[in-house]
């Protein structure tokens, strides 16, 4: 294990060890855990079109836990979005993130497809600057966090999720290169 990673390894655990106490005081349900794997930077923009791919890096791990929707006001007003917190680990020594964001689920018509878009913030290990590639310069450390994907629900308990996260300051620190992963996820529904 890398020497960065140990404090992100760290801090998921006693994180997600102390969440369900803390969660359950505030009436919030586990709904889902998730665990997959990830290309690192594997796209070199913001939105994941055109001809920027590189899909060199298969070295990221990606674990998830998603919270039911609290049945308070503002969030059915804001279409009772999930309350995500979930971590990305770089086994090759780069950029590791802990993120935490509201995940809206769109079921496709009657089919067990659905879309999913998630918004929040993430804190990078990550180089500020002076990183050479394939390395990012994240300019700071905390980061806003985004995510869209595209899954099915196998079975009442399981979900498979092709999911593109990505990272970056939108320009309020300098240098602002972010990062954006792709990959798989499995989840396991409560």
């Not at 995510?147 to 009442?156: R, T, Y």
Request: glycine content about 12%; some cysteine; overall charge negative.
């Amino acid at each position: 294990m890398t020497p960065r990673l140990a404090p992100f390894c760290l801090s998921l655990v006693i994180g997600l060890s102390a969440m369900p106490t803390g969660v359950a005081a505030q009436g919030l349900e586990l709904d889902e855990l998730r665990a997959g794997v990830f290309y690192h930077s594997a796209y070199g923009g913001f939105l994941p079109t055109g001809n920027n791919w590189d899909f060199a890096r298969f070295e990221d791990i990606k674990f998830a836990a998603l919270f039911a929707s609290p049945d308070i006001e503002a969030f059915h007003w804001i279409g009772s979005p999930r309350i995500e917190v979930g971590t990305t680990l770089n086994l090759q020594g780069r950029e590791n993130l802990i993120h935490a964001n509201l995940n809206w689920q769109i079921g496709l018509f009657d089919t067990p497809l659905y879309l999913e878009v998630g918004f929040g913030a993430a804190l990078t290990d990550g180089a500020l600057d002076g990183a050479a590639r394939p390395a990012r310069n994240m300019g700071c450390p905390l980061n806003f966090y985004d995510a869209f994907g595209i899954g099915a629900h196998i079975n009442e308990t399981t979900t498979v999720t092709l999911r593109y996260e990505h990272i970056s300051n939108l320009e309020i620190c300098s240098p602002n290169d972010g990062l954006s992963n792709v990959g798989v996820m499995v989840g396991v529904k409560f």
